[in-house]
């Protein structure tokens, strides 16, 4: 299994980007696919996550302004960042997992993207 997360960059306060995960190897329409961010000197948190029925968690400082989507055909997730903030600047790494209900505890991570966001 591999995910290749795409779309990370430098960008002012107030601005948008989109990442984008690619997973292969497998199928994942099942999985619960996310969005984990880590920052310097920082553990790694949530930012949101997405069922593969479409329903969507999200960390509070990311509501309203983050939003996650997925595309099973393509076994991508996307994640639309607006309203960047400087402390939005991290390593964001992608995961899916597999759901509660699996038989198998399955989850992997991306080699994340980092973020940039000047004041």
């Known amino acids: 299994v591999q995910l290749q997360a795409s779309g990370g960059g430098l960008v002012q306060a107030g601005g948008s980007l989109r990442l984008s995960c690619a997973a292969s190897?497998?199928?994942?329409?099942?999985?619960?696919m996310g969005w984990y961010r880590q920052a310097p000197g920082k553990q790694r948190e949530l930012v949101a996550t997405?069922?593969?029925?479409?329903?969507?968690d999200y960390a509070d400082s990311m509501k309203g302004r983050f939003t996650i989507s997925r595309d099973n055909a393509k076994n991508t997730v996307y994640l639309q960042m607006d309203s960047l903030k400087p402390e939005d600047t991290a390593v964001y790494y992608c995961?899916?997992?597999?759901?509660?209900?699996?038989?198998?505890?399955?989850?992997?991570w991306g080699k994340g993207t980092q973020v940039t966001v000047s004041s």
């Open positions: 190897g497998s199928t994942f329409s099942s999985y619960v």
């Open positions: 997405i069922t593969s029925g479409g329903t969507t």
């Open positions: 995961n899916i997992k597999t759901p509660r209900w699996h038989p198998q505890r399955l989850n992997y």
